[in-house]
């Protein structure tokens, strides 16, 4: 079989808290009078805005996405991603909380793709890849870690 399919939500969905938003908009609020000690009203547009940002995705809802490996490469959705344009693949599997492909793109403007593996068997996944790409371990991003950590 060089062929499996899967649907799952395009990232993780972590409930979150009044006290969360609360959190967020202090922080926000403490950056933009520093900003405005400061005298930065460019700095003051920036954190309201990426504070506003920050609490629309926070509420987004995950759609949930096709994902398919053929012999072709990785399916998303409608997005082909072939093996000639990727470099290597690693699996971060930490169940329950992290069950995630990571694939290294050869473009600088992109460098890696994030595939949730949702209910997909690991394994499967691995074994097939592994007649196409190379597996190079990879080491999760400061960003990753410091999303998971806020529940983000």
Do not use: C
């Amino acid at each position: 079989m060089d062929k499996i399919e899967w649907t799952a939500p395009e990232f993780t969905q972590y409930s979150k808290s009044q006290s969360w938003f609360n959190i967020s908009a202090l922080i926000a609020f403490g950056l933009v009078v520093w900003a405005a000690l400061t005298k930065n009203i460019l700095l003051i547009i920036i954190i309201v805005l990426g504070y506003f940002s920050v609490a629309a995705f926070g509420l987004k809802q995950p759609r949930k996405i096709h994902l398919a490996i053929t012999s072709k490469g990785i399916m998303i959705d409608n997005l082909l991603y072939t093996y000639n344009n990727l470099k290597s693949f690693w699996i971060f599997y930490s169940p329950p909380e992290i069950k995630e492909l990571s694939l290294r793109s050869k473009k600088m403007t992109m460098p890696f793709i994030k595939i949730p593996l949702g209910e997909q068997n690991p394994v499967e996944v691995r074994k097939i890849l592994l007649k196409y790409l190379p597996e190079k371990k990879q080491e999760e991003s400061i960003i990753d870690n410091l999303a998971r950590s806020l529940r983000f």
